[in-house]
């Protein structure tokens, strides 16, 4: 099981990047995909998480009508769309899977999750 996160960099405040998370390796649509981020000096945060068929997404509080999560699971791809970022959000951000979900069940902890990509970084100026 392989996870890639991409789409990362340097974007002024206000702006906006789209994250994705690609898989092989395994049945991705029995799997639900979550997104956590880790800023220098802090822990690593759950940002949010997108049930195996899509129809669940939850987010943190912090990025709640900014971030949206979708997924193709025929391109086996997860996609995190974060607008009007703000400097806040700067973080290394990494995607992960959990094959141990059932149906549109979701999880919001580290520990839920047992394949990790190896992050992206995202840096918002202010």
């Known amino acids: 099981v392989q996870l890639q996160a991409s789409g990362g960099g340097l974007v002024q405040a206000g702006g906006s990047l789209k994250l994705s998370c690609a898989a092989s390796?395994?049945?991705?649509?029995?799997?639900?995909v979550g997104w956590f981020r880790q800023a220098p000096g802090k822990e690593r945060e759950f940002v949010g998480v997108i049930s195996r068929n899509g129809g669940i997404t939850e987010y943190t509080e912090s990025v709640q009508g900014r971030f949206t999560l979708s997924r193709d699971n025929a391109k086996k791809q997860v996609y995190l769309q974060m607008n009007d970022l703000k400097p806040e959000d700067t973080a290394v951000y990494y995607c992960a899977a959990d094959v141990r979900t059932i149906l549109s069940h979701v999880r919001n902890y580290a520990g839920a999750y047992d394949y990790w990509g190896q992050g992206t970084k995202v840096t918002v100026s202010s």
């Open positions: 390796g395994y049945a991705f649509s029995r799997a639900a």
